[in-house]
């Protein structure tokens, strides 16, 4: 009934796709630190917002050929990310079910048009992460993660945005499109894998 | 070469085009039906929740095509966004053969009497086109019972002392009752509601040669893998190729109606699957695409006699776009709710669709279908951080333990709320494309929240620990249940089609889709669109002369 029509879209997220509350009242954040807070100042002061949108068209970082659009340092970037979003518990995480694989994957297919927004939203994650605690985002500890993470949903809301779905997609969404390697969200939430009914084969191993 | 003249030109093989193909075919006429889409089959039924007609990030999987048929979006604030059929705010259906009813739900709800005489019953609103249907019921009741029959239809509606007057029980029985039903049922007994079994175009037993429900867990937005949810594409156009008086061509994206010097219609010009421009020749055209489409396709007929488009004379095609504004509420129990046995939506009442104190109308309330996990996001509660292990533990405790209510609010029109045609985009083929701007009338958000509290309660009542509510925003509705932009009525001042649904303006154009439809109930709108297809096409075929219609 609720068709993919009339209410079934959030218009705030990409791609119009039925899901997620995208409103992010303060309440549901986790507060900046005061430290951090000074610290973005300063950094927004000498421009390094700027600075990392000046290095997206200095050219790529050499890729080991494993990624179809990311660099292995972005990659490494966005499998930290959706780590943070979905972390591994007594279940896996994004990390584990591959959630990278899936957004790297369409990014080369349906999600052509998000691939400057990432670009640069990665580039703003690590800019972010060196103006506050000197290292790449990746080798920050994880309530410095977060801390980064918070400050980039502010400057940056669409990337934000954008990669908190994807990251909820290849986790929960079907493996054929690259992410919840072994239906590692599916065995979390009991649900019968492989799916036992019907007469049509299920190719869930096939990526891309 | 010129195609072969036929007696019918139809554009769109949805659900009220599928029916009018069938009916005409049947009586001897021949008959033309085109369709920018393809002819799914069972066999396309790959369940990918990520890439169906209800959750498109990966993309509308029965049409329209991303890359080709761009809209214009207006936004409240006035900017303007081109937008492609996944985005939202798009308004999109399914381009395909059977149209909505290939891969919807199929909920095959009866208005109501009042759901015809909205103005009558609850008076004028202010800033609303609110009216009545020229129609009352009782002149759609027999076509209801026939759309019933002929294309089948499970449940049982007989609990139901809301229900319009009927004749004849519905020919399937409900299918069993899934676990939410048992946590529903006797709840909103101890309410002193009346719960009965949502009616679906869903066979529950063979029926009309095709099986019966094996109750997966993929229904609304997927192709029915044992083709046993029914749409036109099973049922009356297949009826209407085996007469041979019809020859239905997918691919095919009209462009125009064509016209006489005198104004009348003779054809229709299309774009072929090969992007070749065909005319094809008419003694009647008939436009079911659909409230967006069909305006459009009216808007886009340029002539002497009708610069502003076709049956437009006073500006009314493309107004009062409507849908419906689902609104209800989720609750949270602290046993399993979730069986796996689809479809999921099995449990409604209509305690609520009229006579709400101050309110003008109301909804019918479901529970929903299956929510397969990633759909089960937007379910998360507005508490719930949106990230983190708080989120995951949440999704995880949550999933099997959720039921979400919803009900389809019935809008209150707006004249402001419409297509248009964009004067700068233009599709594929060079079309102008459909501009649609405006919002909701504030009265409709109203009833949203009523609707939404009176599902939280019932939640309440059935068990659940926690409850939290879903109500509509202001933005333009339109979406699967598009409607109203080529309005029905007696006065060719303030509609586009009369009680028959033919133009006010030409006697050889009709228009068989929702967008004929006044107001559009508070229930899901497919079996109206079929039962009024039925009613049209008999009256079209009881006026028809051989080669026209009795004017």
């Known amino acids: 009934m609720m068709a993919a029509g009339p209410e079934g879209v959030n218009k705030s997220l990409p791609n119009g796709h039925a899901t997620g509350v995208a409103s992010s009242p303060d309440s549901r954040k986790t507060r900046l630190s005061p430290q951090l807070q000074l610290r973005r100042r300063t950094l927004l002061g000498a421009g390094l917002f700027a600075a990392a949108g000046a290095a997206v068209s200095c050219g790529r970082a050499k890729s080991t050929g494993e990624w179809r659009y990311f660099t292995d340092d972005e990659a490494r970037t966005v499998d930290a990310i959706a780590a943070q979003f979905i972390p591994a518990d007594a279940d896996p995480g994004a990390k584990e079910a591959g959630v990278v694989h899936y957004i790297d994957i369409q990014l080369s297919k349906r999600f052509k048009k998000h691939r400057a927004v990432y670009r640069e939203g990665l580039a703003t994650v690590d800019a972010i992460s060196r103006a506050s605690f000197g290292k790449r985002f990746v080798d920050l500890a994880d309530a410095q993660q977060v801390e980064v993470l918070n400050s980039t949903e502010e400057h940056s809301k669409v990337f934000f945005s954008l990669i908190l779905s994807h990251t909820r997609q290849g986790f929960y969404g079907d493996p054929r499109h690259g992410g919840n390697r072994n239906r590692a969200s599916w065995r979390m939430l009991r649900l019968a894998t492989p799916p036992v009914r019907g007469r049509q084969h299920y190719d869930n191993e096939r990526v891309g | ?297 009216l808007l886009n007929t340029r002539h002497k006699l009708f610069p502003d488009g076709l049956g437009n004379r006073f500006g009314w095609v493309g107004r009062n776009l409507q849908s419906h504004s689902y609104s209800g509420a989720t609750g949270l129990f602290d046993n399993d709710t979730y069986d796996d046995l689809g479809p999921g939506a099995s449990i409604a009442i209509s305690d609520y669709n009229h006579g709400n104190p101050g309110l003008k109308g109301g909804a019918m309330i479901a529970n929903e279908f299956l929510r397969l996990p990633y759909q089960f996001m937007s379910q998360v509660p507005p508490w719930i951080p949106e990230w983190g292990k708080e989120h995951k533990e949440f999704v995880r405790t949550a999933f099997n333990k959720t039921i979400v209510l919803m009900g389809p609010v019935q809008e209150m029109p707006l004249a402001e709320a419409r297509v248009q045609l964009d004067p700068k985009v233009k599709d594929h083929w060079g079309i102008p494309v459909a501009r649609l701007s405006g919002t909701r009338h504030p009265h409709t958000i109203e009833i949203g929240r009523f609707i939404a509290g009176k599902a939280e309660d019932w939640l309440k009542e059935a068990g659940a620990s926690q409850t939290w509510k879903r109500a509509p925003g202001r933005s333009l509705s339109g979406g699967q249940h598009q409607a109203g932009t080529c309005r029905m009525g007696d006065d060719p001042k303030t509609s586009v089609v009369n009680r028959n649904c033919r133009l006010h303006d030409v006697d050889n154009v009709y228009v068989i889709d929702a967008s004929v439809h006044v107001t559009n109930g508070g229930f899901n709108p497919a079996l109206t669109i079929l039962a009024n297809a039925y009613r049209t096409s008999a009256i079209l075929l009881n006026d028809w002369k051989g080669s026209k219609v009795r004017s």
């Open chain 2, 1 to 297: 070469m010129a195609l072969r003249h036929v007696n019918a030109v139809i554009v769109g093989a949805g659900a009220g085009g599928g029916v009018a193909a069938k009916e005409l075919a049947t009586a001897g006429l021949s008959v033309v039906l085109l369709e920018r889409g393809e002819w799914y089959s069972a066999a396309d039924c790959r369940k990918d929740d990520l890439f169906n007609q209800r959750t498109q990030v990966l993309g509308a999987r029965f049409g329209p095509d991303e890359e080709r048929n761009p809209r214009v979006l207006v936004e409240a604030d006035g900017r303007e966004t081109v937008v492609t059929p996944s985005d939202g705010g798009y308004s999109n259906n399914a381009a395909c053969v059977g149209g909505g009813t290939f891969s919807y739900g199929a909920m095959a709800w009866r208005y109501q009497e009042k759901d015809f005489r909205m103005r009558s019953t609850y008076g004028a609103l202010e800033g609303s086109t609110l009216d009545d249907w020229p129609i009352a019921y009782a002149d759609l009741e027999p076509y209801y019972e026939k759309a019933e029959w002929e294309l089948g239809v499970s449940g049982d509606v007989s609990a139901d002392p809301f229900k319009a007057p009927r004749r004849k029980p519905l020919p399937m029985p409900p299918l069993a009752p899934n676990r939410e039903y048992q946590i529903l049922q006797p709840a909103a007994k101890r309410l002193g509601l009346h719960p009965f079994d949502v009616p679906m175009l869903r066979n529950t037993v063979p029926y009309n040669g095709r099986g019966s429900c094996m109750r997966c867990r993929w229904c609304v937005g997927f192709a029915c893998e044992v083709n046993a949810r029914t749409g036109t594409h099973n049922t009356v156009i297949p009826a209407a190729l085996e007469t041979g008086n019809c020859e239905l061509r997918t691919g095919c994206m009209t462009r125009e109606v064509l016209l006489d010097s005198r104004g009348r219609a003779t054809g229709v010009a299309y774009f072929d699957s090969s992007d070749r421009l065909q005319e094809q020749t008419a003694d009647l055209v008939i436009v079911c695409g659909g409230a967006v489409e069909s305006a459009r396709l």
